[in-house]
């Protein structure tokens, strides 16, 4: 059985989270409408930053110490 890199994973979650941010982003942007809401877009760009990119940069930290790690 071959043995799972497990740093190889968090780099694929870590570029997923990316995508999804930038997808997720852009419909926000599709859906943003200033007439109705009372906060600017870069408040939802700040919000989504944290709940994407954050997480993204920890798991590719994390991905860089356990190829370190390895070898």
Do not use: A, C
């Not at 694929?12 to 877009?41: A, G, H, Q, R, W």
């Amino acid at each position: 059985m071959k043995k799972i890199n497990l740093y190889k994973i968090l780099y694929v979650i870590s570029i997923l989270l990316l995508f999804i941010y930038v997808f997720i982003l852009i419909l926000d942007y599709i859906n943003y409408n200033p007439t109705e809401t009372s906060f600017p877009f870069y408040s939802t760009v700040i919000v989504r930053t944290i709940e994407f990119i954050i997480p993204s940069l920890l798991f590719f930290i994390f991905g860089i110490i356990m190829m370190k790690r390895k070898k």
